[in-house]
């Protein structure tokens, strides 16, 4: 069932949904508005476009950051890479796959509407012939422009009376325009703990703005040796959230003043503020705090009341001056391409992806970002099912059982991420991703697993890196998989697994008394 595909988009998503779509045997056209691949991560990008900063470091590691199909060199220490090793990694991925013979490059998609025969028109334009509009005939379209393109701008009480100036921290490249200006941030995430960070350090003086408290996790936590993806583990997802947070605030009242160092002691007193820690969106960077330990940052939760032409007024009664405003508001999404279909709200889709009036003929692959764990092994697991559908390999659910399961998904997420309502990205990566593997048929729970106790250790306490969902199922390679799995330590040490294990026990033990409140149910 050879299908003639269409891709928008050559970053990280549709490079994999192109590789994915050509391990199934089926013709792909990929459109990308830019003059390279890469997304975001692409070596040439504009002062007007969104893109990475020069000293971007990922905020997920090496081994949950690539593909299954291509992890990082064999023994290759788990690590956070630099925005251009990650460039990098890419245009090996697509050379070594042989993926650039598909993609258009600087060619703009207009809009998709579906055409009488049952497939899609696609209308696109050149850069080099902007008016001179092409209409092409697909059988499916995979959406995969991301959701870092259009920034989200903020109007704030009082900013026509401002007469400093307004950013985004979409656009920002580098601290070299802040050095001397009094700078108000608003809004805290990873790219937002970087730019602050910089900012702070060159700013003659720098207050960041926040609605909340908003759960930090540090890169190396507790300045050890692994990285925070690391006890991204099926261990950890099987502790009740009942429990969870509970234990997360008492380590927090226990390292404000116990922790080995003053950064982790000041990430601790800022999570003791928030005492719903997984019940949000993770900050896997604490760069800014630095900052606020050494006295360069001050922060304020108060929100703001009103900017003059020269200072903002917050609502607890403090006065700052300022002469720049740096927004770290995220992005909005926009899908004006996509003709008579409200895609507003990719979490009334079925894993994010599939809308219940599109079925597999248009599916969005990008927007399932987890809190803890990577967007791409997100991506991946949706063009693995993609190209699955499309062959006739898998079904969708009916209609009715489609909506149902989009229903309870949705519920759970609404649920558990309570603290972001307004991030309908957020997935909650364990479950996301095991469901998932149950659907694809590429589960690492088998039979054969067990057969060698030390893969099933790491596959229980070691972090839930993408390589486990290619030791079975659709185009699996076991031994590349176990290779890549067991050359990866586990961050677990056996007497905290001893101890996870104890507290697992007791909670669903209470749990079944009725005395604590159990997880909602994600799967189908």
Request: hydrophobic letters at 40%; aromatic letters at 10%; a positive charge.
């Amino acid at each position: 069932m050879k299908k003639n595909v269409c891709v928008i988009g050559a970053g990280p998503s549709g490079l994999v949904a192109i590789k994915e779509l050509l391990d199934e045997g089926h013709s792909v056209t990929c459109f990308e508005q830019a003059c390279e691949p890469g997304g975001v991560f692409r070596e040439n990008i504009g002062s007007d476009e969104a893109g990475a900063y020069e000293s971007t470091m990922l905020t997920i590691s090496n081994y949950m950051m690539t593909f299954s199909s291509s992890p990082p060199p064999a023994h290759e220490p788990r690590q956070f890479w630099s925005a251009a090793r990650y460039r990098r990694y890419l245009l090996d991925f697509a050379e070594r796959f042989d993926l650039g013979r598909t993609i258009r490059y600087q060619t703009e998609v207009l809009g998709i509407a579906k055409n009488k025969t049952g497939g899609y028109t696609v209308d696109v334009a050149s850069a080099d012939d902007p008016r001179g509009v092409v209409a092409h005939q697909f059988d499916a379209v995979a959406i995969s422009t991301g959701t870092h393109r259009v920034p989200n701008y903020v109007d704030l009480p009082g900013q026509e009376e401002f007469e400093g100036e307004i950013l985004h921290s979409a656009h920002y490249r580098n601290n070299t325009p802040f050095e001397g200006r009094k700078v108000l941030c608003v809004g805290i995430g990873e790219t937002a703990a970087d730019v602050v960070d910089e900012i702070a350090r060159v700013a003659a003086s720098c207050t960041l703005s926040v609605r909340r408290f908003q759960p930090v996790v540090e890169r190396y936590p507790g300045g050890g040796p692994h990285t925070n993806d690391a006890f991204t583990s099926q261990l950890l997802r099987s502790v009740p959230l009942a429990i969870a947070n509970p234990v997360m605030r008492f380590g927090n009242k226990r390292n404000r003043t116990k922790a080995d160092n003053p950064v982790s002691r000041a990430v601790a007193e800022w999570n003791s503020k928030n005492p719903a820690f997984f019940n949000h969106f993770l900050t896997k960077n604490e760069g800014f705090i630095h900052r606020i330990v050494d006295g360069k940052l001050t922060v304020n939760a108060s929100g703001i009341e009103r900017l003059g032409k020269d200072y903002v007024q917050f609502k607890d009664g403090t006065r700052r001056p300022i002469d720049t405003i740096m927004l770290n508001t995220g992005y909005r999404e926009d899908f004006n391409i996509l003709k008579d279909i409200d895609a507003s709200d990719v979490r009334t889709m079925y894993k994010h992806m599939i809308h219940p009036d599109l079925g597999a003929g248009v599916v969005f692959i990008g927007w399932a970002r987890p809190a803890a764990g990577g967007v791409p092994a997100c991506s991946e697991m949706q063009a693995r099912y993609f190209a699955l559908l499309l062959s006739g390999k898998r079904e969708l659910p009916d209609r009715y059982q489609l909506r149902k399961l989009i229903d309870r998904q949705s519920s759970f997420e609404n649920t558990v991420f309570h603290g972001n309502p307004n991030l309908r990205t957020l997935v909650h990566y364990n479950h996301y991703m095991l469901d998932f593997a149950k659907v694809l048929g590429c589960s690492p729970w088998r039979a054969a697993a067990f057969k060698n106790p030390r893969l099933v250790y790491r596959l229980f306490a070691g972090s839930q890196m993408p390589t486990v969902f290619r030791l079975f199922g659709p185009h699996a390679d076991f031994d590349a998989a176990r290779r890549s799995i067991m050359s990866v330590p586990v961050a677990f040490k056996p007497r905290m697994v001893i101890g996870v294990l104890a507290v697992i026990a007791v909670s669903r033990a209470l749990i079944a008394l009725r005395l604590m409140k159990p997880d909602p149910v994600y799967g189908g």
